[in-house]
């Protein structure tokens, strides 16, 4: 079977088409000028232009959403479209060829070609390489150089998906030959060129002159991207005018947002889930009675309705969402049962359980709160619940896959293999229960390569099913995107909901009305 662009195009419009209905405005005819200024959280003072390492928005929107291209890019309504590759084929999803876009100069003035993509792929499987994207790169066997323009990936196993793991903002392309002096200095080829950068405070960008994606995009003639990681903080910023745009809206506060006039609210349904992970290895969470006990001693609705205000959907303990085109909507809901949990601990040789939980609000905002919610909940199971609050600056190195038990949030990805290998693979960087369940391995690499979508959809369903039933991950909630900015901000209509900020490229799509 031969897998052309359009089949995968079509493919990524059916696993991500919904309905999106921003309150802010749209204009047909974009203005150009003026500077975009942003408030975002996700900083960190360890931040870098190391792509690798990049795990939430700030460096992701600052990264493969302004300063940097990746080969392909997921559009705002879903559909796989080319950045720095210009067309791919393959025969039989094993073997990929990707041309690449003619014209194209890195801010320094090097020229872009296939060197550049073979040795941007290579980062991720170096020695010592700690890279979110090692399972997607690690799968390529053999990366050719066909011509300047032109690669030939060929797969150890073959992957239909393949041209959508392209667009992960950890697979940045970088300047062969130079590619410490530009992580160093973050020189890319994206629409906007570094200015200045302070890790966790601020960056500053310009337009690049003559881009090779032209005037359609990139509307801005600078963009500021400021870190305010304080919740409050970042909302009196758009409040006062200190920025135009910010992320993760306070639900307390978007009442006073909604009430200005000046502002306007956006949000999209999307896959972003946040979750509590257990080190499936570590006691007592290598018991599936234990595991099993928690996750029926959380009360979803509650969270639904208290932490997210409405803005989500309850979770099943498993990551792929109502986005996905092989979500399983009719798998039964794990229910809040404190006697089922209390049964479940004493199959497991327990009458109650004491354990800690970190949380910190760096990990999804309200995630303190959650964690407070889960520990009421869970001590009619017999359940102590002991929340830490964790600093929120240096959470995702310090806490995250280090502590047994803590607070998470996944943005959700574009496909189900996507989700499932960057998270919950056996050995992967990222797996942040190291959790290991054969079968669930075997179905994993079988529906990889399964062209038959009806095929495909029993495999993912069995999957969703294990994680479930088995899994070391808790999902209790799915999470709206809901960002704010000024009413003075317009977009064509349709937002992203693959990340958060319109797929981390508010930068590129939006313009000043």
Request: hydrophobic residues 40%.
């Amino acid at each position: 079977m031969n897998i052309t662009r359009r089949d995968v195009l079509k493919a990524g419009a059916a696993a991500t088409a919904l309905s999106l209905m921003p309150t802010i405005p749209a204009h047909s005819m974009p203005k150009k000028g003026g500077r975009l200024r942003l408030g975002l959280d996700g900083s960190n003072t360890s931040d870098s232009w190391d792509s690798r390492t990049h795990s939430d928005i700030f460096m992701i929107l600052s990264g493969h959403g302004t300063v940097f291209d990746c080969l392909t890019e997921i559009a705002a309504d879903g559909q796989l479209t080319g950045e720095l590759a210009e067309s791919w084929d393959s025969d039989d999803a094993k073997t990929w060829v990707f041309n690449l876009r003619k014209g194209v100069t890195f801010h320094n003035g090097k020229s872009f070609g296939a060197d550049d993509v073979i040795e941007s792929l290579q980062l991720h499987v170096a020695e010592g390489a700690k890279s979110a994207a090692q399972p997607i790169v690690s799968n390529i066997s053999e990366m050719k150089k066909m011509n300047e323009h032109q690669v030939q990936l060929v797969l150890d196993k073959g992957n239909a998906d393949f041209p959508f793991l392209m667009s992960d903002y950890h697979i940045c392309m970088f300047p062969a030959g130079q590619i410490p002096e530009a992580m160093a200095n973050g020189i890319g080829t994206g629409l906007y060129a570094v200015q200045s950068f302070d890790p966790g405070v601020r960056l500053v960008t310009k337009r690049y002159a003559d881009h090779y994606k032209g005037d359609g995009v990139g509307h801005f003639d600078e963009v500021e991207v400021i870190a305010i990681n304080d919740t409050a903080a970042r909302m009196n910023a758009l409040m006062t005018g200190q920025v135009d745009a910010v992320n993760r809206v306070d639900f307390n506060t978007e009442p006073l947002l909604r009430a200005n006039p000046n502002l306007g609210i956006f949000e999209v349904t999307g896959n972003q889930h946040y979750t509590f992970p257990m080190l499936s290895k570590t006691a007592p969470f290598h018991d599936n009675n234990v595991r099993q006990a928690l996750k029926h001693a959380i009360n979803r609705q509650e969270m639904v309705d208290k932490i997210l205000q409405g803005h989500g959907q309850v979770g099943n303990d498993h990551p792929i969402g109502p986005a996905n085109q092989y979500h399983f909507s009719d798998l039964p809901q794990t229910e809040y049962d404190p006697d089922k949990a209390r049964s479940l601990l004493s199959k497991a040789g327990l009458s109650e359980l004491n354990v800690d939980l970190s949380a910190s609000n760096a990990g999804f905002p309200g995630a303190v709160d959650a964690a407070q919610l889960y520990q009421a909940s869970a001590k009619a199971a017999g359940i102590n619940i002991n929340v830490v609050q964790e600093p929120a600056d240096g959470y995702w190195s310090n806490v995250w896959l280090k502590k047994p038990w803590c607070a998470c949030y996944w943005s959700g990805r574009t496909t189900e293999d996507w989700m499932f290998s960057t998270a919950y693979e056996a050995g992967v960087p990222w797996n942040d229960s190291e959790w290991d369940h054969p079968r669930f391995q075997e179905l994993l690499y079988k529906g990889r390569v399964e062209l038959d979508s009806d095929k495909r959809r029993a495999i993912y369903h069995e999957m969703q099913m294990i994680l479930n039933q088995e899994g070391g991950v808790i999902v209790p909630m799915f999470a709206s995107y809901v960002g704010a900015s000024s009413t003075g901000l317009a977009n064509n209509g349709t937002i992203g909901n693959t990340w958060m900020m319109d797929n981390a490229r508010m930068a590129e799509r939006w313009w000043f009305a």
